[in-house]
């Protein structure tokens, strides 16, 4: 269950590599709950009966309970290039994951919380959790239903490009609700879903100052139509189209120009598994801003949506994914930024329990109101030992680099940390 943000590679490595429970962003729900099977298996997501916990099984149910507790030393936690602070940090995340099966239908539980204490920054530390539910119920063998919804707690740190600027992370919740179908009609797809996203923010503190982030609260509508063509099994065309409304639900302040948009999002691709091989599939196509006040330009933007998985050989593979973003403003007259994000994993099975990867990173921002970019570079060593079905351990080191058109927004960090994971 992850999260909103941390460009925290070391998260990231428990994510992709070993699908830690929480980490700092959730993907959205879009219904693809059948993307990974047999042919698209990779090193991190293989099954392993002797070391895999069993959980505990109640009827259709079976729950899975984990608690992971990590050390780890951060050399620059507040993300600056002129008064690096170094903290050990502390992480403590428990979760409780529940699946339930019936004829036709499938429902999933999840819930956690993770808590980081910057024991030699203090003011650093925060507690993010989450809990919500998804499912799916087959009407017939070639239409399907699904829908969700969760409620997380969620925090801006201090390397997130939405930052207002505050000392101290920014708090804010995300409930998120969707509701879609999915309908096969020989080799046509149609996935049509609706979904609201909405954000209520805390304060945020400048220096000892405490001042309403509540202009930010909004509530996005987004509407999608999905359609596919099957070119062979496993081997298909897709177009698909988004529609977000966002309403910001309180007055800005003086100065504050009203953020309020309708955002279009067309993109077109392929998802392709080349006899299990080769899997991917790519969405590339623009998204286009507008925005209720004159004032503010439209914003336009390159839309992509990619993951790539290599296995060159039964104990190795490769994964690859890249995705965009447009984000809002957080400041007077900021129209926001649009982000580009990529990454790269090479996972091995040096033994049965002992798995290696490494991976390196890219994040691209520009602020489209602003003359203002930076470009974020990183790379992450790190090593999993499965002593048995109910404990694992795991070591990682990373470095991050970033370069910026603005001095204040470089900064390198070197981050490392150890981990114990319990599970039933």
């Known amino acids: 269950m992850p999260t909103k943000k941390r460009n925290n590679t070391c998260k990231f490595l428990l994510w992709v590599t070993f699908a830690a429970p929480i980490c700092g962003q959730a993907k959205d729900f879009i219904g693809t709950d059948d993307i990974h099977d047999r042919r698209g298996e990779t090193v991190s997501t293989r099954l392993r009966p002797d070391y895999d916990a069993q959980g505990v099984t109640a009827g259709v149910w079976t729950i899975r309970p984990s608690l992971n507790s990590e050390v780890g030393y951060d050399d620059n936690v507040l993300s600056s290039n002129s008064n690096k602070e170094g903290s050990v940090v502390l992480t403590n995340e428990a979760a409780v994951n529940a699946e339930g099966n019936w004829s036709g239908a499938r429902v999933s539980i999840r819930s956690g919380i993770a808590d980081y204490r910057y024991l030699d920054v203090s003011s650093q530390s925060y507690t993010n959790w989450g809990i919500g539910a998804t499912g799916t119920y087959e009407l017939q063998e070639s239409w399907s239903v699904f829908g969700g919804a969760r409620h997380e707690a969620r925090h801006e740190l201090q390397d997130d490009p939405?930052?207002?600027?505050?000392?101290?992370?920014?708090?804010?919740?995300?409930?998120?609700?969707?509701?879609?179908?999915?309908?096969?009609?020989?080799?046509?797809?149609?996935?049509?879903?609706v979904s609201i996203r909405s954000y209520r923010y805390d304060d945020a503190v400048f220096n000892t100052r405490e001042l309403s982030q509540a202009y930010r609260d909004k509530d996005v509508y987004i509407g999608a139509l999905t359609v596919g063509y099957a070119l062979a099994p496993g081997r298909s065309l897709n177009l698909t189209g988004r529609v977000y409304r966002s309403n910001y639900i309180n007055t800005q302040p003086i100065g504050f120009i009203p953020f309020d948009s309708t955002t279009y999002e067309l993109m077109t691709g392929i998802d392709y598994d080349s006899d299990g091989i080769w899997n991917y599939r790519f969405l590339l196509g623009v998204r286009l801003r507008q925005y209720d006040d004159s004032r503010?330009?439209?914003a336009t933007g390159v839309a992509a949506d990619g993951y790539v998985s290599y296995r060159p050989s039964a104990m190795t593979t490769?994964?690859?994914?890249?995705?965009?973003?447009?984000?809002?403003?957080?400041?007077?007259?900021?129209?926001?930024?649009?982000?580009?994000?990529?990454?790269?994993?090479?996972?091995?099975?040096?033994?049965?329990?002992?798995?290696?990867?490494?991976?390196?990173?890219?994040?691209?921002?520009?602020?489209?109101?602003?003359?203002?970019t930076w470009t974020s570079l990183s790379g992450t060593l790190g090593g999993a030992y499965l002593l048995n079905r109910n404990v694992r351990l795991f070591v990682g080191y990373s470095h991050t680099e970033r370069f910026a058109s603005r001095d204040a927004d470089e900064f390198d960090r070197n981050q490392i940390f150890f981990r114990v994971r319990l599970a039933l």
């Open 162 to 193: 939405g930052n207002p600027g505050s000392s101290e992370p920014v708090g804010y919740t995300l409930d998120n609700a969707h509701l879609g179908t999915r309908y096969r009609f020989n080799r046509l797809l149609l996935q049509p879903e």
């Open 318 to 372: 490769v994964t690859g994914v890249l995705f965009s973003v447009m984000e809002d403003g957080s400041t007077p007259g900021d129209s926001g930024y649009n982000r580009t994000t990529g990454r790269l994993a090479v996972d091995h099975e040096y033994l049965r329990n002992v798995i290696l990867h490494a991976s390196v990173g890219a994040d691209y921002v520009n602020y489209l109101s602003q003359d203002r």
């Open 296 to 298: 503010m330009k439209t």
